[in-house]
């Protein structure tokens, strides 16, 4: 419901009943995350991850954290885990197709952004995913992706909801 300082503060009482509850624990660690307290989040996802390395959420929550903190170059090795250890995590890969975009990593953002377009509400993977075919020599495939950005643009600009499926 939006209200993560609440959430949060659930959470805390809960630990205090069963302090070595790993799920209560990641429960508030999604919750700091989520009210985007990056920097504690990004300080328990490393706590957690400590206990549970093959928890793909807890990478996510490290990456998307870094992210949010500027730190792109240490955001791709936990979002690359989280994607490895879920391949079908669309948060993920947008994340992960973001960063390397804006590290000048364009061709290796491709598969990324593509498993993530079907989340694309406000076309703004579509429009890294143009930059990425840009930088990657791929001059049509850009021109036909940034189109598509400019249509859903468009179409959010007049109130319009449109609902495609994945890869569109």
Same mark, same amino acid.
């Given at each position: ?12 009482? !809960?630990?205090? +009943?069963?302090? #070595? ?6 429960? &508030? ?19 957690? &991850? ?14 998307? #954290? ?27 890969? !947008?994340? &992960?197709?973001?960063? +390397?975009?804006? &590290? ?16 694309? #509400? ?18 049509? +495939? !850009? !021109? ?10 468009? #179409? ?13």
């Amino acid at each position: 419901q939006g209200r993560h300082g609440d959430a949060i503060k659930e959470w805390k009482a !809960a630990l205090e +009943l069963a302090p #070595s509850d790993a799920r209560l624990q990641q429960e &508030l660690a999604t919750s700091v995350y989520m009210s985007r307290d990056y920097a504690a989040a990004e300080k328990m996802a490393r706590e957690l &991850l400590a206990q549970d390395p093959e928890s793909p959420e807890l990478h996510f929550i490290l990456g998307d #954290s870094l992210v949010n903190q500027q730190q792109m170059e240490q955001a791709l090795e936990p979002l690359r885990k989280a994607v490895q250890l879920r391949a079908e995590y669309p948060a993920a890969h !947008a994340v &992960l197709g973001r960063a +390397l975009v804006q &590290l000048g990593k364009g061709p290796e953002a491709i598969p990324h952004l593509r498993a993530a377009l079907g989340t694309d #509400s406000d076309g703004s993977l579509h429009f890294l995913l143009g930059r990425a075919y840009q930088d990657a020599g791929q001059a049509e +495939l !850009a !021109a036909q992706t940034l189109k598509r950005y400019q249509e859903i643009r468009n #179409s959010t600009a007049n109130g319009e909801i449109e609902i495609t499926g994945p890869g569109r």
